[in-house]
Every structure is written in C-alpha cells, then in structure tokens.
C-alpha cells in the first residue's frame, strides 16, 4: 500500500467529491428517520496542507485554495455551502477535513458513521481522531470485507461512500464484486464510487462495470479540468452514484457549474451529468 491521500488533500478532486458528497446527506436527512453513512476507504480524517506531503504537490492550490479565494457568492450558494461550512474551520487552521470528518459534521444526533482504513498509520490516526464518539465506528480494517459483512445498516436507509486509491490493476474489477455483494445485502443504499479520470479506456471499463452490476439507475457526474489526453495525466474526477435520489442529477449538474470557472483550467475544462440507463428509456 504507497498511496498516501495527503499528497492529494484538498485538490479539485476532493472539492467536486465531498461537495456532491454533501449533497447525498442532505438529500437522506430530508427525512427524520437515521441514517448511517458508510465510508470504505476513509483515510486519516484530517490533513496539514503545510505538512510535508501537501507542500511537495501543492495540489490543493488548484482545489480548496481556489475555492476559498473565489467570489464568495460560489462558497455560499446553497448547493455547496453545506460543504464549505464543513472545511472552511480546518482551512482557517491550514488544514483540509477528509471524507470521515466531513461526513461526521453532517451528522444529525440521530445518524451513524461506519469509516474504515486499512493503512496501519492512516487507519490508526482514524481511530484515534474519533476515539470516544459514539456517533462514529472508525475501524483499521479492509473497506472491501466490510461492505460485505456490515451493510445492511439496522437504520435501514443510508450511503456508502467508495474511495479507493486506484493503485491496483484490479481496481474496477475489485469496486464491481464489492458492489454486487452489497447490493445483494443492500438492494436499497445509495452507493457513491469515486473514480479518477485519466484514461477514457478505464473510465468507460468503469462505466460499463457499475451499469452491469447496478440494479437500477446510475448517475455518473464527471469533471474534467482540462480534456484527456493520451499522456494518461490526472486530469478529471468521477463521482458514479448507484440509487440516486431523485434530484441528484439535477443538483450535480448545477453544482459542476458553480465549481467550474474555479476549478477548470482554462476554457477547455468541462463538466457532464449522464444517467444510465438515460432517463425516459
Ligand atoms: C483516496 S484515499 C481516501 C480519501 C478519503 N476518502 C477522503 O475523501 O478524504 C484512499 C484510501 O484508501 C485506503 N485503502 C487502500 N486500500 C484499502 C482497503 N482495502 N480498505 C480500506 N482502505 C484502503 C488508502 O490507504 C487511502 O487512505
């Protein structure tokens, strides 16, 4: 295991990620009832933008920072300012929240989080970080075996979110089987994968894995900070949602375009919200 997400926290791929993230909470509290969130791949939970990592790659300077130093209309437009709310006390600090911590922010008292991380430094800072939280299961274990074994939650309606590091040649295939044994314990969570655009053959593997094994609809809401090239840079981010909730698509469309003077590259950057199977057939 060499991926070490603090190298990337807080970049235009963890901005666009976390900002629909939010919107999928807030979509499962419009109703009273609990929710739990399930995180796979949670990391560490919290990141120093000044540590040595973050400073090698200054990633985040093309993500957080470009949003912090945006219009501030952006920042407090309702789609995004749930997420905004979430980061901006660690940004004050020099730091940038993970997955586990934003998701921990949205929580009303009623709600759950299950994060899980296999890494043996990461997964030890996770625990430690929620250590006393009753709200929160924070587990050094395979994000895969959980799924598997902890879905269904006893509150019945929830999200899972995937995150894997993509270092692995067997990623898709690994992200399909996972889904299809939840799904199978789990017909009704929603469940959001990320995935890193770079090249189009993988994305369209990817696609086409998450449409065969999904029950029902996906909505997959890409970003792209300039168009893909055959050089296989990281150049865009996905998010694939599996059982969206009705207005998703929608929401993520308008967001996309909200995130997108600040965080393309210039005016070859893009956004597309597609569903499939498309809507209407
Ligand atoms: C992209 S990072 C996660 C970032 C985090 N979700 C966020 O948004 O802040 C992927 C993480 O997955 C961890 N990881 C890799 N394989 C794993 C596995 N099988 N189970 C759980 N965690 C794993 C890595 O150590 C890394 O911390």
Redesign the pocket.
Known sequence: ?N???AF??GNFA?VV??ALFCRLVRYLQRKDGAIRIY???????LYDLSGDEASRTLEHQGGIAALAAADPAIRADPLLSDYWNCVAPDLAEGRYP???L?ARRLLRPQDRLSA????PV?GDALKTRFAGDTAVKAIA????L?LGAHVPPKERRGLV?I???FEKVSEVDDIAAALARALHRWRGGIYAV?YPMKRQAMVERLRDALVEVAPGEVVFAEFLAEPMSAEERFVGTGLAVINPPFVFAEEAEALLSRLLPVLGRGTTATFAVKQRPASGS
């Open positions: 295991m991926y070490r997400h990337h926290a963890d990620k976390h995180d796979t791949h949670a990391g560490p939970g993970g997955s586990p934003i899980y991380e296999l890494h990461d274990l395979d994000g895969w959980a979110l995150d894997p590091p990320w």
